[in-house]
């Protein structure tokens, strides 16, 4: 079993966490990813820093520029994900961030190097189904899931479209909007994850707007996985490279609220 | 033409947006499902003669089209060689070619019962041409502006909040048209239930780049008779400025098949394309920023640069992938002015013909310097004047040196 699905597999809700990779510095990453294991996340989301982070809200737009500002490059991120590879064996780590960076060497290039680096999956969110013809065959020829993402506006005539070549896990995105805005009623969450559920077997994890442990508990009633982002990078925003104390706290209550939900 | 080129050049894009490698949908999930409702609604629209009555109506007797041809005397006997003729698309409502564009998107945003209107804008040319048809059609519109844009272009953020519109600074990245798009997108996927984005060029995902060069078109089919008529034969050379390139390929496009007609597109190259500068095609690669791939100034990471021209509408690191596509087949030859040159070219063609030109084409004008004095007496160029230089006399003043 793949270490994504064994993630799913454990009779409980999973903690997806993000963090940006460069974010104070590419040395701070380690401790802040570490600590988001010690804290009991079952999935590890590394984003790979943009210039143009077009879907994400002012907390991830901000962490982008603080790394790149302290000179992170791509080669940085992929030495991270391979030493947390040595470091965990079996944790899962997934790449997210946009087209340009992960498709500026060939796509075949990307694929191989998260291969040899470890990864698990990749989120690109501004590639769609509909032109993934050159990274979605590379990722898969190197066992690499492509985590594709659903959101309230992907409507039945679509959702088939988005699932077919989709792996590891379905993100779905509970509003229509940036990262770090306001979540959606809980109801609406509710249908939206029923219906995915009922149209693939893969796992569905739901973010956008999670921030409490109260409102993760939530969700992980209803969803294979929840997915945190934005509070945690505020609070490596607000810690620099002291953040793996703060991070780890944050990601203890969650995970706590999370697998206890249902 | 040899074997190796298409038949037509005009029957780009493919169905899925692609111009060669170029152009697609590089959007978030949230967006497609907008982006192929739009192209399904573009397609009708096209074929429905009510919409093109009304475009062309809007055009004629709000916008003031047809725009004139306009032979150069001066200008070309101070060039001493090839003659010089401008499309003046500077004399349309509102100063600039952008309000062709956004006439046929409002319609169609109307079309699709969209109730907000959203645009970026860089000079702010495209932001006033949006607000302008918003207060027309009574739509509320925010217009999202790089903060660095609104310092340099305050004539016309008033003239936007004039007609009505919100105009929101942009402070994030480099606080330019790059960072104005990429705030209108974040609106975009918040509120696509009831918003219509209005692209300002001919760049962006599928069906953008194709349906605004469709609405610029205007600019050559009226240009292409209008030289038949009044020389009897077509240009030799066409010039055009290029920021995302939405004046070039509207005048360019309806020329594309017409073989002795050469094009000429020219890029910002600011302090110079060793320096700080904007020329994508001459400085970049292809990569994917905007909903598209095209020709973009990046690293070797694919971190966007930022560009620079003194004029802000030229001022962006990539460029329309439909300019990007005909580069790389050679259809159309790509080359670059510096600030200086456009400066230089700005006060040229209000000395000799009484016109102020916007700095966007003041580049080409400078192109069109460099090339006439290398041409016959007996061959035509056509350049397109798409903009009037008064939101500009502010920059330029300060260019030369002249407090005001």
């Known amino acids: 079993m793949s270490r994504l699905a064994a993630a799913f597999a454990k009779d409980r809700p999973a903690l997806v966490t993000f963090v940006t990779a460069g974010d104070p510095t590419p040395d701070a990453t380690p401790a802040i990813l570490d600590a988001l294991v010690e804290g009991g996340a079952d999935v590890i989301e590394l984003g790979m820093p943009f210039t143009d982070p077009m879907a994400d809200g002012p907390a991830i737009q901000a962490a982008n520029l603080r790394s790149l500002g302290a000179g992170t490059r791509t080669a940085d991120i992929l030495r991270i994900a391979g030493d947390f590879r040595s470091r965990h064996p079996d944790v899962p780590l997934v790449l997210m961030g946009y087209a340009n960076p992960m498709t500026i060497r060939g796509a075949d290039w990307f694929a191989s190097e998260c291969a040899q680096a470890g990864v698990d999956g990749v989120i690109c969110v501004d590639i769609p189904p509909e032109e993934d013809g050159e990274i979605g065959p590379a990722l898969r020829d190197c066992g690499i899931s492509l985590i594709r993402l659903a959101t309230p506006t992907t409507d039945a005539m679509r959702l088939p479209t988005v699932l077919n070549g989709s792996s590891g896990f379905l993100y779905y995105v509970s509003v229509a909007g940036i990262t770090g805005t306001q979540q959606a009623a809980l109801d609406t969450i509710e249908d939206a994850v029923g219906r995915l559920k009922s149209a693939t077997d893969i796992p569905v994890a739901v973010g956008f707007g999670v921030r409490t442990p109260e409102q993760a508990s939530d969700i992980a009633k209803v969803a294979d996985g929840v997915v945190v982002g934005s509070a945690l990078v505020e609070l490596v925003a607000r810690h620099g490279a002291d953040a793996a104390g703060p991070v780890r706290d944050l990601t203890g209550m969650l995970a706590e609220a999370v697998h206890a939900a249902r | ?404």
């Open chain 2, 1 to 404: 033409m040899n074997a190796n080129q298409p038949n037509s050049f005009r029957n780009q894009p493919d169905e899925f947006g692609h111009f060669g490698q170029f152009g697609g949908r590089y959007v978030a999930e949230t967006l497609m499902p907008l982006i192929l409702e739009l192209q399904r609604e573009y397609e009708k629209a096209k074929t429905d003669p009510t919409f093109r009555d009304e475009f062309e109506s809007l055009l004629e007797h709000y916008v003031g089209r047809p725009s004139p041809l306009y032979f150069a005397p001066r200008l070309t006997e101070e060039l001493g060689g090839a003659q010089v003729w401008f499309k003046r698309d500077e004399l349309n409502h509102t100063g600039a070619h952008k309000i062709n564009n956004c006439i046929g998107q409002i319609l169609l945003a109307i079309r699709m019962g969209k109730t907000r209107i959203i645009a970026e804008t860089g000079a702010g040319q495209h932001g006033v041409a949006t607000a302008t048809v918003a207060a027309r059609f009574g739509l509320p519109c925010v217009i999202y502006m790089g903060a660095k844009d609104v310092e340099r272009q305050q004539p016309n953020v008033f003239r936007m909040r004039l007609l009505g519109a919100e105009v929101v600074p942009v402070e994030s990245g480099a606080r330019t048209l790059k960072d104005a798009m990429n705030d209108a997108l974040r609106d975009w996927v918040a509120n696509v239930h009831d918003t219509f984005y209005i692209i300002g060029t001919a760049a962006g995902p599928h069906p953008y780049p194709e349906l605004v060069r469709d609405f610029q078109s205007v600019i050559g089919r009226e240009a292409r008779q209008q030289m038949l008529d009044r020389t009897g034969k077509l240009p030799d050379l066409l010039v055009a400025a290029i920021g995302g390139g939405s004046n070039a390929i509207g005048l360019f496009h309806p020329f594309l098949d017409d073989p002795d007609v050469k094009m000429l597109g020219i890029e910002a190259a600011g302090h110079g394309l060793d320096k700080e500068h904007a020329a994508s095609l001459a400085g970049g690669r292809p990569g994917i920023l905007h909903g598209n791939k095209t020709y973009l100034l990046q690293d070797e990471d694919g971190q966007i640069a930022e560009a620079h021209s003194i004029s802000a509408g030229l001022d962006y690191p990539g460029i329309g992938p439909e300019h990007s596509w005909l580069k790389d087949i050679g259809r159309v030859e790509y080359d670059s002015v510096t600030d200086d040159e456009a400066l230089e070219a700005f006060q040229l063609l209000c000395r000799t013909e009484g016109i102020i030109p916007a700095l966007e084409p003041s580049h080409a004008i400078a192109a069109v310097a460099r090339v006439a004095p290398r041409m016959g007496k007996d061959e035509i160029i056509l350049a397109n004047l798409c903009g009037r230089g008064d939101k500009d006399i502010f920059t330029v003043a300060d260019a030369l040196g002249v407090k005001l």
